[in-house]
């Protein structure tokens, strides 16, 4: 009786193995028939998912050298700092503080793009002398110092876009500073071998350049020496309470 049981329960394994079987094979011959559809769909995926991290749709057109330009300029100022043994966390919260200082100085203070422009890099400036100047004074680690300017930056840009606008957005600021003469250095596009590149290419290669005397100045060598022979600080011991 049993015996007979086990064999009806294997024959019908086996019928749903081969009915499972089948299956997959008709779904790969019809993928094998329609094999132009596949490409189409991950095209789309990935456009849909490069637009909605703000990365170019089409990199062919010039638009992936301007997203590398952006990066690169950052990288090259964080690249000196830790060449130079330091880093900055506050990085992320100060580009998002110096977008909204000169999108508030336009929209709401109605100056010219000129003067906003220049103030907004008074203001990092200041801001990273600062950081620096704690850094050298207090001893402390740069993790420290720039975590809290991370934090302050953060707090301070939410709470007075609000403050003036009601809301954590500056909008208008192309309306606002349409005409300006300063508008096109970081807007314009070139022409670099037949192909359309934005200016901020140019910016880059600045950079790069300003970066790369500085490396290789004596002055700026002998004072980064004199820097790293400063003693940094230390938490206190049991020993030395």
């Given amino acids: 009786m049993s015996t007979a049981v086990t064999a009806t329960e294997s024959d019908r394994l086996r019928s749903v193995s081969r009915t499972r079987l089948a ?3 008709a779904g790969v011959r019809r993928v094998h028939r329609r ?7 991950r095209g789309a995926l990935d456009r849909a998912g490069r637009r909605r991290q703000g990365l170019p749709v089409d990199p062919g057109r010039g638009e992936l050298p ?3 330009a952006y990066v690169g300029i950052i990288g090259v100022a ?3 700092l830790m060449i130079a043994g330091e880093f900055d966390l506050s990085v992320g919260s100060m580009i998002g503080a110096a977008s909204l200082a ?3 100085l336009i929209v709401q203070f109605h100056l010219p793009a000129t003067i906003a422009v220049v103030l907004t890099f008074l203001f990092a400036f200041a801001i990273g002398a600062f950081n620096g100047w704690l850094r050298v ?3 402390l680690p740069s993790f ?3 975590l809290a300017m991370l934090l302050i930056l953060r707090g301070a840009g939410i709470g007075i876009t609000r403050l003036l606008t009601g809301n954590t957005i500056v909008s208008g600021v192309t309306e606002a500073s349409a005409g300006d003469p300063i508008v096109p250095l ?3 596009s070139i022409n670099i071998a037949g192909g359309e590149f934005k200016i901020v290419l140019l910016w880059w290669f600045a950079a790069v350049a300003v970066a790369t005397w500085v490396l290789t100045a004596d002055a700026v060598r002998q004072l980064d020496l004199r820097a790293s022979a400063a003693p940094t600080w230390r938490p206190a011991t049991s020993a030395s309470r």
């Fill in 23 to 25: 299956r997959i094979e």
């Fill in 35 to 41: 094999p132009r559809r596949l490409p189409d769909l």
């Fill in 66 to 68: 301007e997203v590398s």
């Fill in 78 to 80: 964080v690249s000196l």
């Fill in 102 to 104: 000169v999108g508030l």
């Fill in 137 to 139: 004074k207090t001893r």
């Fill in 144 to 146: 420290i110092v720039t």
């Fill in 186 to 188: 970081f807007t314009a």
